[in-house]
């Protein structure tokens, strides 16, 4: 049955030059801006941080995040196994799903480039503020000391679609 809804499987051609990947783009995937990056982490939207374990398997946790500039910030505990996994892979990758929008997602490959204590605590409480509402992380565990990761992105790839076409996957004519 028809609609008056084109469906296509090829993004349209970015003509912005502030785009934060350069690759061609895939089917159903598009390029992003840096702004439209950049507002995944102003709000609180999970990021999904993915680390290769001692046997090579994949180990993913959710976490919170930020973006400072152009390096994406993690913080973590001492003895995590993320930070066992990134010392002695500084691989990494990390997905973002807009909690709002489950349309609205970004996948990320990069290195963890810096690692410190410096400012880790404070940095705890500036997530908690924004991800719990207030600035103070209640489940933190008195002798974990907080260490920061500083990420820098390798790949970049998004995905957008607006909710006016959530019907799109409900409607009774596709079934």
Same mark, same amino acid.
């Given at each position: 049955?028809?609609?008056?809804?084109?469906?296509?499987?090829?993004?349209?051609? *970015?003509? +912005?030059?502030? &785009?934060? !990947?350069?690759?061609?783009?895939?089917?159903?995937?598009?390029?992003?801006?840096?702004?439209? @990056? %950049?507002?995944?982490?102003?709000? #609180? *939207?999970?990021?999904?941080?993915?680390? @290769?374990?001692?046997?090579?398997?994949?180990? /993913?946790?959710?976490?919170? !995040?930020?973006?400072?500039?152009?390096? /994406? @910030?993690?913080?973590?505990?001492?003895?995590?196994?993320?930070?066992?996994?990134?010392?002695? +892979?500084?691989?990494?990758?990390? &997905?973002?799903?807009?909690?709002? *929008?489950?349309? *609205?997602?970004? !996948?990320?490959?990069?290195?963890?480039?810096?690692?410190?204590?410096?400012?880790? +605590?404070?940095? %705890?409480?500036? %997530?908690?503020? #924004? $991800?719990?509402?207030?600035?103070? $992380?209640? $489940? #933190?565990?008195?002798?974990?000391?907080?260490?920061? @990761?500083?990420?820098?992105?390798?790949?970049?790839?998004? %995905? !957008? /679609?607006?909710?006016?076409? $959530?019907?799109?996957?409900?409607?009774?004519?596709?079934?």
């Amino acid at each position: 049955m028809p609609t008056s809804v084109e469906i296509v499987d090829v993004a349209p051609p *970015n003509t +912005d030059n502030d &785009s934060v !990947s350069k690759t061609e783009a895939f089917a159903g995937v598009t390029e992003l801006s840096k702004e439209e @990056l %950049l507002r995944l982490f102003q709000f #609180r *939207n999970l990021t999904y941080v993915g680390t @290769l374990s001692k046997d090579g398997s994949p180990h /993913i946790t959710p976490v919170w !995040s930020e973006m400072v500039d152009d390096l /994406i @910030l993690i913080n973590t505990f001492e003895e995590s196994a993320k930070i066992r996994h990134i010392t002695k +892979d500084k691989r990494i990758a990390l &997905s973002i799903v807009e909690q709002n *929008n489950p349309f *609205n997602m970004v !996948s990320i490959k990069g290195k963890v480039i810096d690692q410190t204590s410096e400012g880790a +605590d404070e940095h %705890l409480k500036k %997530l908690a503020k #924004r $991800y719990l509402g207030i600035g103070k $992380y209640y $489940y #933190r565990k008195p002798k974990h000391k907080r260490v920061i @990761l500083k990420i820098k992105p390798e790949k970049i790839m998004g %995905l !957008s /679609i607006h909710p006016a076409f $959530y019907f799109l996957a409900y409607s009774p004519w596709l079934r």
